[in-house]
Every structure is written in C-alpha cells, then in structure tokens.
C-alpha cells in the first residue's frame, strides 16, 4: 500500500517539473536542436565523404552506412551529459531550483527522474532528423523497420548515459571541472566504442576496453538494426542489460549521493 | 481545557556539521527549544550566523537536523506526509525564482508542484499577480524585474498553494520602503486569514510590528522570548536617553550603556530622568524598542 502511494506521488510529481522543461523548451528548441545536431553532422560528413573516400568498404557495408548508427548512437553522449552536468549544475546550485522545488511535495529522486525524461526525449528530434538525413537523403540506413526499433533502444542509451554523468556532477563542486567529463569520458567513449572502426578488427586491448563502454553495447545493437545485420537474442539481451543497470544503477546512486549533498 | 497543539514545536534541536574541506565540526544549532503557536507571526530573530537559517532550513526539511525533535502540525517536520507538505510554503531568503520561465509560468509550474489542477491555477495565478501588483509583468521574463518586483513574486508564489504555515526567511531585505510597507500589509492580511508565520529579519522595526512573539537566537542558543513588549520591559525599560560625551555629573544611578561617542540610559520614568539632566546636556530621547533589546542581548560586536 506504501509502495502504491510512493509510485503515485512519484509519477504525479514528475509531471509539473517536465512541464516546467516543456515551457522553457517552447523558447530554446530552435537553437537546442542546431546545437545537439550540428556537431553529430560535422562528424558524418567529415569522416562518411573524407574517409568514406579512402575506405570504400567496413565490415562489408559501405563506410558511410557503417558511420550513420555510431554516429546516432553518439549523440545522446554529448547531449546527456551537457544536460546532467553543466544542466543540472545550474538549476541545482546556481539558480537555486533544486531547493525551490524541494520546499513543495517534490521530493529529489522526482527532479533527477524528470530531468533524466526531459533531456532523453530531448535528443528525439535530433535523432530523427540525423535519421531522415542519412535514410533518405544519403541512402544510408538499409532497414527502416530497424530504424524505427532503434529508437527506443537510443532512448535508453540515453537514460543511461545521463545517470552516469549524474554520477560525475553529484561529486563536482566547481563547475570549471565539468570539462573533465567531456574530456575524460565522453569524448574516449566516443573514440574507442567503434563509431568510426570495426572493433571485431581492432587489437584484442583496444577490443576488451571498448566493451567496458556504454557506447559499445549501444552500437553493437543499433548498428545491425539500421544496416539488417544478423542480431542475436544473446546480444540483445546483454546489452540492454548492460544498459538498463547502467541506468538504474546510475540513477539511484546520484540520487542517494545528490541528497547527502544536498541536505547536509 | 487541553492546549491547542502547536504548528511547530522544537525540542533540544540541534545541528552540527562537518564544513567541506576540513575543519572543525561547527555547531550551527546548539539545542533549542520553542513553539509556535498556530495563527501568530512569530519572529526568529539573531545576528548573522547565530542559527536563524539553519533552523528554517530544518524546518522545511533542507537539511538534516543532527539532535533533538522537531514537529510541525504534531509531526516529525523529517517525515511529513504529501498532503502536510501542501499546506506549508516557504519564503527563502534569496529569490530562487526560475529565470527560464516568464512571471506567470512562475506561478503555474511552483502551483502544479504542490498537486493544483492547471483549471484551478488559471484563475488563482492572476489573482495572485493582482494580489501582488505585478500583473503587468505576467508575461516577463523573471531577468527582467526589478529586487522588489522579485521579491514580490516569491511571496507571491509562496501563497501559491494558500499554505497554513507559512516561513518568511527575510522577506524584505534589500527593498526600498515602498516595497517593504506593501509587504508588510500582505503579511499582516495573511496574519489576519489565521495563517500561522514564522518570520526572520535584521530590521528590529518590522518584527516589532509584525510578530506577536520574539524568539532571540545567538550563537546557536536562544537567549530569550516573549512578545516585544515584555522583551522591551524586561531588558530596555521604557525610555531612551542617548546623552553625548560629555556625560553630565550626579545623574541618577540608572541601567546605562557606553556605546562610545554617547552612553544610553535606559529608564523607566521619561519625564523625571530629563528633569536630572543639565539644561545644556546634548541628548537625544526616545521610546526604547526592539533595536534597544537585541543589541543588548546581542552584544554590539560585528560578526561575519
């Protein structure tokens, strides 16, 4: 009965905070979506045509429709943890929402949780748009019905990564030291997790540090939906695992950490 | 005839913490007990850092106390239920107000967290922007008011969900006097709706008008209470004689205080005490007032 009452506050508090992210998005989403997209198109123009020109051909597809899902794939990194760092900084401590909000019923996990929503659909229109690009005009996602199923799968990717950089902002006390998390986690993440290069080709380091990335098991479900790869049930189970832990895991630890912070 | 149970009681309530970095562990709140009684406007008042904000923030749950209890509406203020947390609102000290939103939006997204239907909030919102003057700025964004007009949206936000028991954590510091008066009217009208008000201020003047009780802290402890009358009576008399040095001779042995350039003298009888001073005597005589007690149990040494 507990339990029924707690999830019932919990999902009737989240809704206020994502319509309060609903009302800024009405006067940012312009610049929001040019800002998540443009960098992800510098990437697949820059490599899909430059290096597209000397490698004809990536594990038996051409470069260009191997880049596009690592490319998709990416996006949610930088988006996600731009809005669980440097985001949450500002509305946690330098706007001074986190305690605006908490002087209501709202309790904290309910702001991590909306923030954590907001910011993963936010990454939607940028996906979309990156796909009908690619899909239609580049002619390079093979599937559509894999394209589709890929969303859902991105969106978790991106609940997971937004609970790991929460992980990252609950222990940063000077916001200077969020660029570490760009430098020193997603960037390496967006290298090494077989964007732009077959890992299975990769020397066996380089291979075994690439699984212990997020970004790998994104890819490694997300590339064979977009190109009709061969799936297997294995491979879809353990990385959505991987993925969902991720998310859970990250998620209740930044919310345990989060509070301490906040209410000591 | 049982008492009434108050809207806050605190027991032995402490709070100590750990400063980040090192250090020390400070003793922010050392033990302190009080009571507020619902439909009064009681004054928490104390230097900076003696307590005042710790204490408030406890009471709305924004820091862990470390000892003692703490109930509001008879309950642990740590554990209140959803439905307890909709009748309270709090007025903090700095304006966290949502800077991505315009003035109304304010409203409505601070009146959805305490659970209002958006039906209800259409009508209550301008209301409260009328209640408030500040219907002209409905759509502005909140960058764009003024201290005043900042201020005035976060009490008016703090009426949002109609609290019972409302927490003003220096609701007109950095105001002009306009602004002050308008508040002061509200809160006394919120005073006169049966809302029970807990109240911090550096301004003597104001918890004089508007507290019906005075709870002095220092240092962590409290050092007094009661209303300011009886606060007045018992640590000030009625009078204030602020005689400039040269102190005349063989003035009435009286409760004085040198405070440097002049010496206070605090007496009960106005009118006999000016007869004993020297018709050259530069002096200046006024009623004592709540300025008079809270340096005197303050002391009038500057803190950080």
Known sequence: MTSVIYLRDFFANIRPILLRFGYEYRTVWKAQIV??????????????????????????????????????????????????????WERSTSYKLYPAW?????????????????????????????????????????????????????????????AIAMCFTVHIYRPLHFAYVNTLWATPMFLFSGVFFDLSQAPAPLYWFSQALPLTHVISLVRPLLTGQELTALQVVTDLGVLLTLFIGGYAYACWRFQKRLLD | MTTPQPAIQAKGLTKTYKPRGGGPVVEAVKGIDFVVKKGTCTGLLGPNGAGKS?????????????????????????????????RIALVPQDDNLDPDLTVSENLMVY??????????????????????????????????????????LTI???????????????????????????IWQRILELKKQGKTLLLTTHYMDEAQRLCDHIIMIDH??????????????????????????????????????????????????????RKKLPEDATYLHRPA????????????????
């Open chain 2, 111 to 152: 009146g959805m967290l305490f659970g209002i239907s958006r039906a209800v909030l259409k009508d209550r919102v301008p209301q409260i922007l009328q209640y408030m003057q500040l219907t002209e700025k409905a759509d502005a964004r909140v960058n764009q008011l003024s201290g005043g007009m900042k201020r005035r």
């Open chain 2, 54 to 86: 710790t204490t408030m923030k406890m009471l709305m749950g924004l820091t862990q106390r470390s000892g003692g209890t703490l109930d509001i509406f008879g309950h642990d203020a740590a554990g209140l239920s959803r439905e307890e947390r909709t």
């Open chain 1, 102 to 162: 908490l002087a209501t019923p709202v309790r904290l996990p309910q702001i991590l949780m909306a923030e954590l929503l907001y910011a993963t659909l936010r990454t939607l229109p940028s996906i979309l748009i990156l796909f009908l690009l690619a899909g239609f005009v580049l002619g390079a996602i093979p599937s559509f019905w894999g394209a589709v199923l890929a969303l859902p799968v991105l969106m978790l990717a991106n609940l997971a990564f937004g």
């Open chain 1, 35 to 88: 800002r998540d997209l443009i960098d992800r198109l510098l990437y697949l123009f820059a490599f899909g045509f430059g290096m597209g020109a000397l490698v004809t051909s990536m594990d038996g597809m051409p470069y260009l429709t191997f880049l596009v899902p690592g490319i998709a794939a990416s996006t949610g990194v930088f988006v996600m943890t731009m809005a669980m760092t440097y985001g949450v």
């Open chain 2, 220 to 273: 962590g402890k409290v050092l007094d209470e009661g209303s300011p009358a009886q606060l007045i009576d018992k640590h000030v008399k009625k009078h204030v004689f602020d005689v400039t040095k040269p102190i005349p001779l063989d003035l009435p042995p009286v409760d004085s205080e040198d405070v440097g350039d002049s010496v206070l003298f605090y007496v009960e009888d106005g009118a006999t005490f």
């Open chain 2, 156 to 182: 008016g936000r703090a009426l949002v969900n109609d609290p019972d028991l409302l927490f003003l954590d220096e609701p007109t510091t950095g105001l002009d006097p306009q602004a002050r008066v308008m």
């Open chain 2, 289 to 304: 007032n709540m300025e008079d007690v809270f340096l005197r149990l303050t002391g009038r040494k500057l803190r950080d």
